[in-house]
């Protein structure tokens, strides 16, 4: 691994790249001071473009935290053949930046499930703190992969928002209120087949052997089925333990977000 860093802005705030396993080049940015925490988005996104864009700044007051943009999104590169594993080499990248100090992560949505994958693989993260990971049945045959592959060959948009109501099941009144995709949306929708990879074959049985410790949080006023989810996870996973936050559909503001992971984590 080689890493290039770079001051930027004003007090810690760092930014940088370093180079995963396969030589794919990963964009970072390093903020606060305290416990190391490693911030894995969701789909679609970069650290630009995060549907949670003040929650590194809340969390930065407690922690140093890392974000970093996923391959194939914003600043970082996209190495073929695209492989789950590549993704856990890139979170290992990552932590290797906090020169052996202890590593928690936080993951939101698909980061939250990519975060419980590479635990589960070996990865050394200290501990799990996870907003509403989608948890989603073996599917060999999933046909959603072939409907995207499509889509983003000729419609980018339309992929963009395919993905947003059939996957991740955003209510269309939710939607409505949305902000058309930019330009960098859009080029970090073609990324969105890495969830269509790793996804199927997610229930909280695969993840029964987890040892590290896990939170698992989601909004009183998310969707039914992701709560319930989300309650009956430690039944399954002893290292797990769920917190139920006062919030919205699929989200919880970043003051009760950090207040919650300070608890567990801090």
């Given at each position: 691994?080689?890493?290039?860093?770079?001051?930027?802005?004003?007090?810690?705030?760092?930014?940088?790249?370093?180079?995963?396993?396969?030589?794919?080049?990963?964009?970072?940015?390093?903020?606060?001071?305290?416990?190391?925490?490693?911030?894995?988005?969701?789909?679609?996104?970069?650290?630009?473009?995060?549907?949670?864009?003040?929650?590194?700044?809340?969390?930065?007051?407690?922690?140093t935290v890392w974000t970093f943009d996923r391959r194939g999104k914003g600043?970082?590169?996209?190495?073929?053949?695209?492989?789950?594993?590549?993704?856990?080499?890139?979170?290992?990248?990552?932590?290797?930046?906090?020169?052996?100090?202890?590593?928690?992560?936080?993951?939101?949505s698909s980061g939250a499930t990519l975060l419980l994958l590479a635990a589960?693989?070996?990865?050394?993260?200290?501990?799990?703190?996870?907003?509403?990971?989608?948890?989603?049945?073996?599917?060999?045959?999933?046909?959603?992969?072939?409907?995207?592959?499509?889509?983003?060959?000729?419609?980018?948009?339309?992929?963009?928002?395919?993905?947003?109501?059939?996957?991740?099941?955003?209510?269309?009144?939710v939607m409505e209120q949305l902000p058309p995709p930019s330009e960098r949306?859009?080029?970090?929708?073609?990324?969105?087949?890495?969830?269509?990879?790793?996804?199927?074959?997610?229930?909280?049985?695969?993840?029964?052997?987890?040892?590290?410790?896990?939170?698992?949080?989601?909004?009183?006023?998310?969707?039914?089925?992701?709560?319930?989810?989300?309650?009956?996870?430690?039944?399954?996973?002893?290292?797990?333990?769920?917190?139920?936050?006062?919030?919205?559909?699929?989200?919880?503001?970043?003051?009760?977000?950090?207040?919650?992971?300070?608890?567990?984590?801090?």
């Amino acid at each position: 691994m080689t890493t290039n860093q770079t001051a930027q802005t004003s007090g810690p705030s760092t930014s940088g790249t370093t180079t995963s396993a396969d030589g794919t080049e990963l964009a970072w940015s390093r903020a606060g001071s305290g416990p190391d925490l490693l911030i894995v988005d969701c789909v679609g996104v970069d650290r630009t473009t995060t549907p949670q864009p003040g929650l590194p700044a809340a969390l930065a007051e407690h922690f140093t935290v890392w974000t970093f943009d996923r391959r194939g999104k914003g600043d970082s590169g996209n190495t073929a053949p695209y492989a789950v594993e590549r993704e856990f080499e890139d979170i290992t990248a990552m932590i290797d930046l906090a020169e052996g100090r202890p590593v928690i992560g936080y993951g939101f949505s698909s980061g939250a499930t990519l975060l419980l994958l590479a635990a589960s693989a070996g990865v050394r993260l200290d501990r799990l703190t996870l907003l509403e990971p989608p948890l989603m049945p073996e599917d060999p045959e999933y046909a959603g992969r072939a409907e995207a592959q499509r889509l983003l060959d000729t419609d980018l948009a339309e992929a963009h928002r395919w993905f947003n109501t059939t996957v991740v099941g955003i209510p269309d009144e939710v939607m409505e209120q949305l902000p058309p995709p930019s330009e960098r949306d859009l080029a970090n929708t073609r990324a969105m087949v890495h969830e269509l990879t790793f996804l199927p074959g997610t229930l909280a049985e695969r993840f029964a052997g987890l040892t590290t410790p896990t939170l698992i949080m989601a909004s009183e006023a998310t969707d039914p089925g992701m709560l319930a989810d989300c309650k009956a996870f430690p039944e399954t996973v002893a290292a797990a333990t769920t917190a139920v936050l006062p919030g919205e559909w699929h989200g919880v503001d970043d003051q009760t977000l950090t207040q919650a992971i300070r608890e567990f984590a801090g």
